[in-house]
């Protein structure tokens, strides 16, 4: 089982930027499909961003698609979430999960697909 360590988080201003990592523990993680998410205090878990095992397609919801990237670097055996123009609404903790595709073209988007998750980072967007 792989295992997944979240890096990155931080304090922000309104409208800045951040970057986060998550790195893998095995080579293999190139096989993995991966997701990044984000939970609120008194929140569910949300889909913030997923992207195929082969890196081809890429999903985002609504509420960041034009803000946040997703990619992954498959030599470093990590996976990254740029996010641009960050409001107060952003705040929350941020996870990494994976989950081993044989399909190479498939996304997962919801937390029951997937069945490997990282400790989280927090990410605080101040006003």
């Known amino acids: 089982q792989v295992q997944l360590v979240e890096s990155g988080g931080g304090l922000v201003q309104a409208g800045g930027s951040l970057r986060l990592s998550c790195a893998a523990s095995?080579?293999?993680?190139?096989?993995?499909?991966v997701g990044w998410f984000r939970q609120a205090p008194g929140k569910e878990r949300d889909i913030v961003a997923a992207?195929?095992?082969?890196?081809?397609?890429?999903y985002y919801p609504d509420s960041v698609r034009g803000r946040f990237t997703i990619s992954r670097d498959d030599v470093k055996n990590t996976a990254y979430l740029q996010m641009n123009s960050l409001p107060p609404e952003d705040t929350a903790v941020y996870y990494c999960?994976?989950?081993?595709?044989?399909?190479?073209?498939?996304?997962?988007?919801?937390?029951?697909?997937?069945?490997?998750w990282g400790q989280g980072t927090q990410v605080t967007v101040s006003s």
């Open positions: 095995r080579r293999t993680f190139g096989n993995y499909a």
């Open positions: 992207i195929s095992r082969n890196g081809a397609r890429t």
């Open positions: 999960a994976a989950r081993f595709q044989y399909n190479a073209d498939l996304m997962l988007s919801t937390t029951k697909e997937y069945d490997t």
